[in-house]
T-cell receptor
Framework: AQKITQTQPGMFVQEKEAVTLDCTYD???????LFWYKQPSSGEMIFLIY??????QNATEGRYSLNFQKARKSANLVISASQLGDSAMYFC?????????????FGKGNQVVVIP | EAGVAQSPRYKIIEKRQSVAFWCNPI?????LYWYQQILGQGPKLLIQ????????DSQLPKDRFSAERLKGVDSTLKIQPAKLEDSAVYLC?????????????FGPGTRLTVL
């Protein structure tokens, strides 16, 4: 079964606007971590933000914030004030404490293109 | 702080040849991972090391892939012999520890093309 679902088609975003990338996950483990990574065309996987299942507040890192809705099993990434350098694939990933063999499970990614 | 280093960045080989990839993790990171990323997909774990011991290699095709992490620092991933379906990006990652909450930091990857 798919642990992480990212179903949005490729997105075009105007520079300086905000963009929201959807991610839903499936787990029955009470302890898990959610991660977002950015992968530009160069291929490197760049860590953006982390949300733990017990964290009460939504995580923020600079222009990145995570809209964590635990009951809905949703962990959407919000990028504010988009820049041309934000053009990339974005991957949502989850790691469970008890299940999933302690592996980081990735979704299929969202493609974002920022246009001037 | 230096990130995860990988080499080479690109490699083109013919099927049935052998190839090796090298990874140097972030200093102090005890856990090292090798991932395979096929075009259009998310990365898939091949092997996880804790210091110089293997924690998880259940998804490593052991008939052709091997990996080692001597002295608990650098690691090498080898494919011998390569097949066409091995064309992918091979990513190395490291984390402070093996826990579910430990962030994995990735290197730039090696893009392998098998002809």
């Amino acid at each position: 079964a798919q642990k992480i679902t990212q179903t949005q088609p490729g997105m075009f975003v105007q520079e300086k606007e905000a963009v929201t990338l959807d991610c839903t996950y499936d787990t029955s483990d009470p302890s898990y971590g959610l991660f977002w990574y950015k992968q530009p065309s160069s291929g490197e996987m760049i860590f953006l933000i982390y949300q733990g299942s017990y964290d009460q507040q939504n995580a923020t890192e600079g222009r990145y914030s995570l809209n964590f809705q635990k009951a809905r099993k949703s962990a959407n990434l919000v990028i504010s004030a988009s820049q041309l350098g934000d053009s990339a694939m974005y991957f949502c990933a989850m790691r469970e404490r008890l299940y999933g063999n302690n592996r980081l499970a990735f979704g299929k990614g969202n493609q974002v293109v920022v246009i001037p | 702080e230096a990130g995860v280093a990988q080499s080479p960045r690109y490699k083109i080989i013919e099927k049935r040849q052998s190839v090796a990839f090298w990874c140097n993790p972030i200093s102090g990171h005890a856990t090292l991972y090798w991932y395979q990323q096929i075009l259009g997909q998310g990365p898939k774990l091949l092997i996880q090391f804790q210091n110089n011991g293997v924690v998880d290699d259940s998804q490593l095709p052991k008939d052709r892939f091997s990996a080692e992490r001597l002295k608990g620092v650098d690691s090498t991933l080898k494919i011998q012999p390569a097949k066409l379906e091995d064309s992918a990006v091979y990513l190395c990652a490291s984390s402070l520890g093996p826990d579910w909450s430990d962030t994995q930091y990735f290197g730039p990857g090696t893009r392998l093309t098998v002809l």
